[in-house]
């Protein structure tokens, strides 16, 4: 059809496809017949780049798209539909947007209510509430300390309540940066720095170089990422950013974690400097683990040592109890009749299973005989029952067990039990978890063994996704402790606030899909304001812009 089959038209982007549309000129008895399809063809094509999807190809597989851009699908087929009185529900619906198409995004929702739609959101984005009609906060915690009705109404009927922490941030946002920047060293290329590939010969490295990545839409691009610095990966959706981070970068330096093994560049020519590196780690808001035996306690590994403490006591020794009686996993010492897990699954025919409370143990999850030895008044049930917040000073006096329940209560996940099974948690609760896993390594090594720390590089995909802007806050403060420490940490991310805290930008675009994949700009977020060919930068200013105006009522 017009001299193209249609798998040539199927590899072309939504913004190409409807420009070709618009521009067909058809005659006679193919104009007849084509007129309500083009019609048809040309309005849904309109709908997928009004909510920010224009650089998709029409025949990208399903599976390789991101849940914001497959619920952003779904939106476009909504507003296409033309239905009136429709209540709409919708989960985080910009999670992976840029500010910029958050925008886009916006704006398709405010016409599907100008409809004559109902439309209930579910949202974190500080845009998006400030551009609802009426908000409903629930708080004032998470976890049992959640569940109630704090405030609603108007931003500014919010911001005026005390209780409400969603009404804090929007009357008192975030001024950055929360501690001064790291200075970043020139570039290897302008400073001459030895030491390429695995050596370590000549000076300190200061960056790893990634050389000529072509994978996917990048564009043959070459990037400088400093070590031992904050740094954010930038970039309106599909530019590029998690094929640069995830699928060039993290996965060529797998091979660091393995001994013995060479490197074997895909999608890039090289990768400089790697050899200051001791590790990489992906840290992502994947499940910690599927089955309810596993949680907190034992994911972050100081279950080991409370069962040691328990097996250490009077009534233990004198019972013969070591520690694997403390055990819920194997052993004599958990309850026979649930085998520990606490609960019973119960199969029910036609019907998705049911768990119900054990009812021999009643949740506790070992038999009576275990639970009759206690340490400072607690059986060990008592303690797998605690929240973190409680835990911190019951343990206060044991620094191996105190210390990680601390960084969990630092990261704003004190509401935890510390044997809430994992499958109940959510993304962003695994994945700060996992940050204080890595946080608690770094004191164990130092203060254990008397090691080195091994530098590791961190790459995460969206840490913010799923969190409250008190969680964000939080986020950034454990992000910039695992710098501190001596580590390098390369972060996706969309979130204004966490870019304003980057000791370092790099900013990928300028667009998404064939029009991105070029590095737009390498800079400070200061200077990255300055560009005005960066959608990243443009959205920024209004978050920098928070500190100068402080300064300036301060200087008054």
Same mark, same amino acid.
């Given at each position: ?23 067909? *000129?058809?005659?006679?008895? $193919? ?12 309005? /849904?094509?309109?709908? =997928?780049?009004?909510?920010? =999807? %224009? ?16 619920? /952003? ?29 958050? #925008?886009?995004?916006?704006? #398709? ?12 959101? +579910? ?15 629930? $708080?004032?915690?998470?976890?049992? /300390? ?8 108007? !931003? ?7 209780? *409400? ?71 309106? *959706? ?19 974690? @393995? ?23 992906? !840290? ?6 599927? @089955? ?8 972050? %590994? ?19 109890? #070591? ?16 085998? $520990? ?31 009759? +030895? ?91 996704? &799923? ?18 420490? &001596? ?21 990928? %675009? ?5 029009? %991105? ?25 209004? !978050?920098?812009? /928070?500190? !100068? ?8």
């Amino acid at each position: 059809f017009d001299e193209k089959s249609i798998a040539w038209i199927a590899q072309w982007s939504v913004s190409d496809a409807r420009k070709w549309v618009e521009v067909l *000129s058809l005659t006679g008895r $193919g104009a007849e017949i084509a007129r309500d399809v083009v019609t048809e063809i040309k309005s /849904r094509l309109e709908f =997928l780049e009004e909510v920010g =999807l %224009g650089y998709l190809t029409l025949d990208r597989a399903a599976p390789t798209l991101s849940g914001g851009e497959a619920q /952003r699908i779904r939106l476009a087929a909504q507003l296409g539909s033309n239905l009136q009185g429709v209540c709409y529900v919708l989960d985080e619906p910009t999670i992976g947007l840029h500010p910029r198409d958050n #925008a886009i995004l916006l704006n #398709a929702l405010q016409n599907l209510a100008d409809k004559g739609n109902t439309l209930v959101v +579910v949202e974190h984005d500080e845009e998006t509430i400030r551009r609802a009609d009426h908000i409903i906060d629930i $708080g004032p915690g998470a976890g049992k /300390r959640g569940g109630r009705l704090v405030a609603e109404g108007s !931003v500014a009927q919010i911001s005026s309540q005390a209780d *409400s922490v969603t009404g804090r941030f929007l009357a008192h946002p975030l001024i950055h940066p929360l501690q001064p920047r790291r200075p970043v060293a020139p570039s290897p290329a302008s400073a001459g720095e030895g030491g390429g590939e695995g050596s370590r010969e000549g000076p300190t490295r200061t960056h790893l170089t990634l050389h000529d990545a072509t994978l996917h839409n990048l564009r043959n691009i070459t990037v400088d990422i400093p070590l031992k610095r904050l740094v954010a990966i930038t970039g309106v *959706s599909g530019s590029g950013k998690s094929t640069l981070a995830r699928d060039v970068l993290l996965a060529n330096l797998q091979f660091l974690n @393995t001994r013995g093994a060479r490197p074997n560049w895909q999608g890039c020519e090289k990768i400089d400097g790697y050899a200051w590196i001791d590790r990489v780690l992906e !840290v992502d808001q994947t499940p910690i683990g599927k @089955t309810p035996r596993s949680c907190p306690a034992t994911y972050i %590994g100081f279950w080991d040592t409370i069962r040691k403490l328990f097996a250490d006591t009077l009534e233990a020794k004198a019972r013969g109890y #070591a520690p694997n009686r403390f055990s819920f996993n194997t052993g004599e010492g958990r309850c026979a009749a649930c085998e $520990g897990a606490g609960v019973r699954t119960i199969a029910m025919s036609f019907l998705p299973d049911v768990k119900v409370p054990c009812e021999v143990c009643h949740g506790e999850r070992f038999n009576p005989e275990t639970l009759a +030895v206690s340490w400072r008044g607690k059986s060990i049930g008592d303690v797998l029952k605690m929240e973190v917040d409680e835990a911190v000073d019951f343990f206060a006096t044991m620094g191996n067990i105190a210390h990680p329940l601390k960084l969990l209560k630092d990261v704003g996940l004190g509401y935890l039990t510390l044997g809430q099974p994992s499958p109940t948690l959510s993304g962003g609760e695994a994945q700060r978890i996992k940050l204080v896993t890595e946080l608690s390594k770094v004191r164990d090594d130092i203060t254990r063994r008397g090691n080195k720390v091994p530098h590791t590089l961190y790459v995460l995909d969206e840490p913010t996704v &799923g969190l409250h802007m008190a969680d964000v806050e939080r986020l950034i403060r454990v992000l910039h402790r695992l710098v501190d420490g &001596g580590h390098s940490v390369v972060v996706i991310e969309h979130d204004l606030d966490v870019i304003a805290e980057a000791d370092w930008v790099i900013d990928l %675009g300028p667009e998404g899909g064939v029009n %991105g994949g070029r590095v737009v700009a390498e800079a400070v977020p200061e200077r990255l304001v300055a560009l005005r060919e960066s959608h990243t930068g443009a959205a920024l200013k209004s !978050v920098l812009a /928070r500190a !100068v105006a402080v300064e300036a009522l301060a200087a008054a």
